[in-house]
């Protein structure tokens, strides 16, 4: 079985608490867009998700970023849902921590085995700033739910493997800066200044001035393709 679990909880819920501490015995390379401390772990990226490995588990943090509902279309999520149908003839686990169900493609709302919801408790024995964790599942297959609580005293021995304030960076993030600043000529120059001085001290710097050259180095530098345009009138001014 390869099961989609789907954990929701809001903010400082435990979320990605519990995806640590189920993946803490797997001995399979685990792919995550949010840093976590175990020896298998690499970093997960979009294109990644193209020919990911069949046996591994994947965790994808703030889901909604790259499953959004309302942009369904788009080629992440046509990649992402890809992964989702395929589940079945390979050996992936996916899961999938948001904070509201309905932000992510129905697709997946559709497709999961596993659904959690996570909420937290005040442990005032502890501190007044500490917490314990409780996690209901719900199991499609079998219509049956169960609920289990992770004290405080348990759980901290896993903050240490993942920083839970990291940031996911959003897909698309340049073509988004790219369409936002447009409209101000002064802004969207400057940006384009700023990426040409990142990328000139890379290694893929722009060695010609041509189109295909600067969108080759901005494409290696994780910057959008489109910059192009505004880099190219810089550069030969």
């Known amino acids: 079985m390869s099961p989609l679990t789907i954990i929701q909880g809001c903010r400082g819920s435990g979320k990605s608490l519990l995806a640590v501490i189920l993946l803490e015995d797997s001995d399979r390379n ?18 990644m998700l193209i020919d ?3 046996d591994c588990e994947i965790v994808m943090d703030e889901a909604y970023v790259w499953l959004e509902s309302r942009s369904s279309m788009k080629y992440t999520n046509i990649f992402s849902s890809h992964v989702a149908f395929q589940l079945r003839k390979t050996n992936r686990n996916i899961f999938a921590i948001i904070q509201q169900v309905d932000t992510i493609d129905k697709r997946y709302r559709k497709e999961w085995d596993f659904f959690v919801e996570c909420e937290r408790y005040p442990n005032d024995s502890v501190d007044d700033d500490c ?10 297959k079998h219509k049956t739910s169960c609920s289990f609580v992770v004290s405080y005293e348990d759980a901290k021995s896993y903050f240490e493997l993942f920083d839970t304030n990291e940031i996911v960076k959003v897909p698309a993030h340049s073509r988004m800066e790219y369409e936002m600043l447009k409209s101000e000529p002064l802004e969207w ?3 384009a200044n700023e990426m040409i001085k990142i990328v000139q001290k890379s290694k893929y710097r722009f060695n010609k001035k ?7 180095s901005l494409i290696m530098n994780n910057f959008d393709a489109v910059w192009s345009k505004p880099i190219h009138i810089l550069l030969n001014r």
Do not use: V
């Open 210 to 216: 041509t189109k295909p050259s600067i969108e080759f």
């Open 131 to 140: 917490w314990d964790f409780m996690y209901t599942f719900y199991n499609q």
């Open 52 to 54: 990911i490995e069949n």
């Open 189 to 191: 120059a400057k940006r």
């Open 30 to 47: 685990i792919f995550s867009n949010f840093e976590i401390k175990y020896p298998k772990f690499e970093r997960l990226t979009q294109s």
